[in-house]
């Protein structure tokens, strides 16, 4: 079987969110971190902050006019797992300096994990993103704000 799934790459970060899954293969996210191990060696339990590995260098000397992520994850400490979805995506709010150590200009949330932890995690989400001064767009506290543009400063090339 394949690792992908993020909720195991929350395990080795700083700040460990709570293991539980709901999935068909696997009810801890510490038992993809073993495959993984199995797969490719020991992985550190703390990945540290931005700067520490080689992806903000890359990053760095791309020098991208615009940084937009899809966060991809429910930032919250919530335990109400959305009914009917097979794959839960949830950080712990520790690790928020992760996130903003990429300096984005905007993080996305319109996606399939935005609700994964309902309305709760939503707005724990939104409260992480905005309390670390980043701007999420593609959902919001009502319609208005989910549909709010975002406006990113592109310098000049020519």
């Not at 909720?7 to 009810?27: C, F, K, M, S």
């Not at 760095?60 to 991809?72: F, K």
């Not at 950080?91 to 309305?119: E, I, K, Q, T």
Request: charged share 25%; glycine share 12%; hydrophobic share 35%.
């Amino acid at each position: 079987m394949r690792t992908t799934h993020r909720e195991r790459h929350y395990q080795v970060l700083p700040y460990p969110g709570d293991p539980e899954l709901r999935e068909r293969y696997a009810g801890d996210a510490r038992a993809y971190v073993g495959l993984a191990e199995r797969a490719h060696g020991r992985i550190p339990r703390s990945a540290g902050l931005p700067g520490r590995g080689g992806a903000l260098r890359v990053l760095g000397d791309a020098a991208p006019d615009v940084r937009v992520i899809s966060l991809e994850t429910s930032i919250t400490r919530s335990r109400d797992f959305a009914a009917g979805k097979a794959v839960h995506h949830r950080m712990s709010p520790g690790n928020v300096p992760c996130v903003a150590g990429v300096r984005p200009d905007a993080c996305a949330l319109a996606d399939n994990h935005v609700l994964d932890f309902g309305r709760r995690g939503l707005q724990d989400t939104l409260d992480a993103v905005s309390g670390a001064g980043l701007w999420a767009v593609g959902a919001g506290r009502d319609a208005g704000e989910a549909r709010r543009p975002s406006r990113c400063r592109v310098a000049a090339a020519w």
